[in-house]
């Protein structure tokens, strides 16, 4: 749908609040962590208001200290409702917000 600049910027600012990286916003993407890239790519996602979330390893090219917040950002979105797919190797993480 489309909105004025002012509106998605509002938008945008709402959804890098909700992943826990407001402050990154006017950062390129060769200036974050893998963590935080994650991060954008789900606010991104989320602005696009989706009825499902479809995510595919989302923490297998992240490094170990990294995999925490992804992963937080993840159990927040279950906890809040939204329904998601999830292919991934992070057993407990899974078994944790899994209801099927």
């Not at 992943?19 to 962590?33: E, F, M, N, T, W």
């Not at 937080?72 to 409702?81: F, P």
């Amino acid at each position: 749908r489309k909105m004025r600049r002012k509106e998605a910027e509002q938008v945008a600012m709402h959804y890098l609040d909700r992943v826990k990286i407001p402050d990154q916003a006017h950062k390129y993407p060769g200036q974050l962590s893998g963590g935080q890239q994650q991060r954008v790519a789900i606010a991104r996602s989320l602005c696009m208001s989706p009825k499902i979330m479809l995510f595919d390893e989302p923490t297998s090219a992240l490094d170990p200290e990294m995999v925490k917040e992804v992963l937080d950002t993840m159990v927040s979105l279950a906890e809040e409702g939204m329904t998601m797919l999830c292919v991934s190797h992070e057993m407990g993480f899974a078994r944790q917000v899994a209801d099927r």
